[in-house]
C-alpha cells in the first residue's frame, strides 16, 4: 500500500523557519516528479512548489519563490520542503504529491496521484 507521510509542521513566528519532510512507503518514487501543495483556511489547495525525478529542475508558486526550497533524496524515498522566512499568510495545511509521469512539469493538483494526509504550518506575527 502506497503511502505519503508529512511531517515537520508546527507553529513558528514570522521570520522563522521549518522544514516539511514527506517519506514515502510502498513503492519507490525516485522516477516521478513530486509536489507540495497548501491550503489555508477557507481557501482552496494551491501549488507550493514541485522537484523533477532527478532532483535537477524545481518551480515554486510566485508566493515562495526566494522564500522556500524543495529537494529530494531519492534513496531515503523523501522530499523536503525548506521554509524560510516564513508570513502569516503561508499559514496553512501543507500536502506533498506524486506526479506518476515522470517527465512532467504540471503544477496542477489533478494531475498527482497520491498525497499525503498533510501537515498543518500557523505562522503567528
Known amino acids: 500500500q502506497v503511502q505519503l507521510v508529512e511531517s515537520g509542521g508546527g507553529l513558528v513566528q514570522a521570520g522563522g523557519s521549518l522544514r516539511l519532510s514527506c517519506a514515502a512507503s510502498?513503492?519507490?518514487?525516485?522516477?516521478?516528479?513530486m509536489g507540495w501543495f497548501r491550503q489555508a483556511p477557507g481557501k482552496e489547495r494551491e501549488f507550493v512548489a514541485r522537484?523533477?525525478?532527478?532532483?535537477?529542475?524545481?518551480s515554486y508558486a510566485d508566493s515562495v519563490k526566494g522564500r522556500f526550497t524543495i529537494s529530494r533524496d531519492s534513496a531515503k524515498n523523501t522530499v523536503y520542503l525548506q521554509m524560510n522566512s516564513l508570513k502569516p499568510e503561508d499559514t496553512a495545511v501543507y500536502y506533498c504529491?506524486?506526479?506518476?509521469?515522470?517527465?512532467?512539469?504540471?503544477?496542477?493538483?489533478?494531475?498527482?496521484?497520491?498525497w499525503g494526509q498533510g501537515t498543518q504550518v500557523i505562522v503567528s506575527s
Open positions: 504529491a506524486v506526479n506518476q509521469t515522470p517527465r512532467s512539469t504540471s503544477t496542477a493538483e489533478n494531475d498527482y496521484t497520491y
Open positions: 510502498g513503492r519507490t518514487f525516485s522516477t516521478y516528479p
Open positions: 522537484i523533477s525525478w532527478s532532483g535537477t529542475i524545481t
